[in-house]
């Protein structure tokens, strides 16, 4: 099934049910480049919804959407090409998903783990959830949370193969691509 294809999974009960707010989240990449300095970029155009109960994790349940287009890293040509068939093709592949399959703690640690789809490859990974925020209330009557989440993928895993060789040895790009999650969270 593809990233535009997939169904939204019913809410679990039980759990407090938050909207990521779009304005306030933002998914970011590190990736190296040349071997040897690390090139970053970011994606806007986060949404989702997140369903937590610290104690009952089984009714816990992340959900995360990206708009592949959103790809900014500074440099129009760069971001240009990372929008192409080379690497996401977003005209294609116009969303990048997120769904966990279970979310489990260990000590005061969270983790997510799911399915990650880009360019219509799912594989699994796990989310290291960092900094949830206590719930506060926000200037305009709404309660709100944030968190962090961090994980890193092998790029390859998902079909973005394009590189090039480098005369000294070695490639343009790396293989493994850090991942991290800002979510200002909004209480439904």
Known sequence: MTATQTKSTPVPTGAVQYT????HASAQFKVRHLMIAWVRGKFEGVTG???FDPSNLDASKIEARIEAKSVNSGVDARDEHLRSADFLDAANFPSIEFRSTK?????DDYFADGD???RGVTKPVTLAIEDISDEIKDPWGGVRRGATATTKINRKDF??????ALEAGG??????????????LIKN
Do not use: M, Q, S, Y
């Open 49 to 51: 919804t997140v369903a």
């Open 171 to 184: 490639f343009a790009v790396g293989d493994e691509v850090a991942i991290t999650l800002e979510l200002e």
């Open 116 to 118: 990650l789809t880009i």
């Open 159 to 164: 079909g973005l193969t394009w590189n090039a």
């Open 103 to 107: 979310i489990r703690a260990k000590g």
């Open 20 to 23: 990521i707010d779009p304005a």
